[in-house]
């Protein structure tokens, strides 16, 4: 599994990505499964993933052989998000109906499908944030819904859905994001540092230059033993459970 | 989805249920999916469901029905919970494939299956918790697997792993359940109140009164709303994050 967090606020956006992958107990590797494409002060765009990895990376190896090719539509030019995030579902489901061709010959069975969160901005356009199912289709982040999961969402949902909404800032949206993977990585063994992190400031139309979270770093250990301590110490502040819950 | 979790401590045992049930968004219910069986000072015995409604009330009235029938082993006479585990993963089989034979007649598919918790003392025996899988067979609570959780478990599991442990005591686990019930209510819909609540005492050999929890519960409030203060002053007091996380 993997987990990766995609939040667009007022203020800008949190994109935030596991690197763990795993193939069975003797297959646990480091990916990176965070990408951007853009151009300074025009376009910016991440692309973060979950799901099988095959899949996932020959779509990203598409997207990347496209910039180059200057007589068709890619990441580099195309005009809308939706219609990027339109291009990904549509590569992503071409990549793992092809591998399900291919492995149908060989085996039954397979889970061969990829999700994906694309976001970012476009001059002259708002950001947006999609999710992009296994199927192909998607969904955009609105003021209501303003953060996607991909991969083992549910460990890490509980305090993105107390502590976001559309108003918060980008510090708070960080703080957020990093309790919500420490949730998700002392919980299951599938996914696990380092953490990619990318937070970009609405309007600025300038790729971050992302920060790579391991295990050791200070401020990411001052938040996790703080919050760890913090919870005990809620619980523990708790009055006694009425005589009547106990017998 | 159906929300369960047994704890089985150095001190006594917390078992706690939600209540609702839900064969598509048009028919949601309350069911209670918490069952005792024992006779005062002779055996205690707690049996938790989640999965397919009609498998676990077929298997919950076939181990009733058959407490009357002295000429068989039932879990009124059962010498050990191993052995309980083992009949209810039997039954739950049984009823399974049944169910499924019927169906496959009619339609393809279909999830018939259920899990449970059972867990509870007999004289003369230490306390036992066990989780029963779909297929019929189970494990067992150990001190350094002090908790189970079936049915839509992942929500309220970071707080659970955090919070227990084998030498906890009673109060302090009814409080951790209450919180892992909150997270789990919060962010699934599927998951709902009343919540019903069993505290058994070490070697007590008494069945609990139990208490049913509602959402305007006094305590159940205010641990919610404790818990919810309490983790955004947690998250307010992080320091801001470093620059370098930002850009």
């Not at 910016?44 to 099988?52: E, P, R």
């Not at 779509?59 to 219609?83: A, C, F, K, T, W």
């Not at 770093?217 to 919870?231: A, E, K």
Request: proline letters at 4%.
């Amino acid at each position: 599994m993997s987990y990766c967090v995609g939040i667009r606020l007022k203020s800008g956006m949190v994109l935030a990505s596991d690197t763990r992958t795993n193939a069975g107990v003797d297959h646990i590797s480091t990916f990176k499964k965070m990408f951007t494409f853009g151009a300074e002060g025009e376009r910016v765009i991440f692309l973060l993933t979950a799901g099988n990895l095959a899949t996932s990376q020959a779509v990203v190896n598409r997207l990347r052989r496209e910039l180059r090719q200057d007589d068709r539509q890619h990441l580099g030019n195309i005009p809308s998000l939706s219609e990027a995030a339109e291009m990904v579902g549509r590569y992503a489901t071409e990549v793992a109906y092809q591998t399900k061709q291919m492995a149908t010959m060989v085996q039954e069975g397979g889970g061969f499908g990829s999700t994906f969160l694309l976001g970012g901005q476009i001059k002259g356009h708002g950001m947006r944030l999609y999710l992009i199912y296994n199927e192909g289709n998607s969904i955009y982040a609105t003021r209501d819904t303003p953060f996607f999961q991909i991969g083992e969402s549910k460990y890490g949902k509980p305090i993105l859905d107390r502590a976001i909404n559309y108003e918060s800032n980008l510090d708070d949206a960080v703080r957020a994001t990093l309790v919500s993977f420490d949730s998700t990585i002392r919980s299951n063994l599938s996914v696990g540092f380092p953490i990619d992190l990318m937070v970009y400031k609405a309007d600025s139309l300038t790729l971050p230059a992302g920060r790579r979270i391991t295990e050791t770093d200070p401020y990411f250990y001052s938040i996790r033993s703080q919050w760890s301590q913090g919870l005990l110490a809620i619980l523990r502040g708790f009055d006694t459970p009425p005589p009547d819950y106990m017998g």
